[in-house]
């Protein structure tokens, strides 16, 4: 059996996450295709077996229907009473997909940038048992493919110059203050193992949880692997994005707690 | 002077507050004498002014009034980043309740 659960930090994404919710959803055999299977090539996928795939989103103290919206397209919903950020949202879905019995948990962005259809990519190092922990790299990327999904998107998978920058000085402050390196500390879209999901110890509540993820892989011992995967930039998804001082704060936060906590 | 009488009413004020919470038992033996051991070194250092020198000297700053203000600012900065890191255990905690009625509405 391999359970997979997705789960999808939302607030105030009403707009996008029943859309991305239903794209997960058309994937809904993809777990157990026999392409799959046979790529896998060990026995650690019984085959015959189905799998299941869940969507699991965390409504984080939307003040908009988003809980509704998901709901409607056939997520389960975790709801926060009150806002508490993406790193609190990321530990109670964690919690939620164990609880579901799930084999493989995947975190991806509600606003829509990123590609269900590279969900596949993510999970597969995971099924065949290679690795506890896969990341989706935005700048391993070569090909500047257009993703089919992109639609109004601007230009699929080349990353905007501000992005690139500030992505550069995450990826630098995370591997000085916790020893690990990667190149897209800041990104949103991964896969765990059920056994690494209960390991991850998440305490930061904010933005500062996708370093802190990282920090933890490298504490709790466990195999990374990081895969290319192409964005999808509309205006909606960066107009969600981070300023300068929201970075600043993500890293003072980082350092309370290397040193503070 | 003038600050001397200020201070000096200042500091035995906290300390009567101090020892009040202490006799309350809201503050714990240790953190009462650290109060104690702070307000009874402004007094000292207020009164006896050159006695800063002493400790600028060991720390090879000029003068004893500025030695006061350089330990001061990096015992406030210390005490900063100690307060915000409370803070952050505190908010994680709130999330941590939060977390856990938020996967009980699902039962």
Redesign the interface.
Known sequence: MNNVVVIIPAYDEDKTVGEVVRRIRALQVMPVTPSILSKAGTSYLPTGQAGKLQVLV?DD?SSDQTAEAAREAGA?V?????N??L??AL??GL??AL?LAADVIVTLDADGQHDPAEIQKLIEPIIKGEVDVVIGSRFLSSSHYSSPLAGEARRGGVVPRSRRLANYCGNLFTYLLFGIHVTDSQSGFRAFSAEAARKIKI???TMEVSSEIIREIKLRNLKLKEVPITPIYTEYSLSKGQGFLKGLETLW?LI??K??? | MLIQIFVTILAVMVLIHTFIRFRKATIGRSEFFVWLILWLGVLVLIWNPRSTNVVAHWLGVGRGADAVFYVSIVVLFYAI??L??KL??L??Q??EL??K???N??K
């Not at chain 1, 975790?78 to 009150?82: F, V």
């Open positions: 965390v103290g389960l975790l709801s926060h009473l009150i508490r950020g790193g609190a530990a109670t919690a939620g609880s305490r930061t509540n936060k309370v707690l040193f503070f906590r | 980043f100690r915000y890191g952050e255990n908010e994680h709130l999330s939060v977390k009625i938020a996967l509405q699902k």
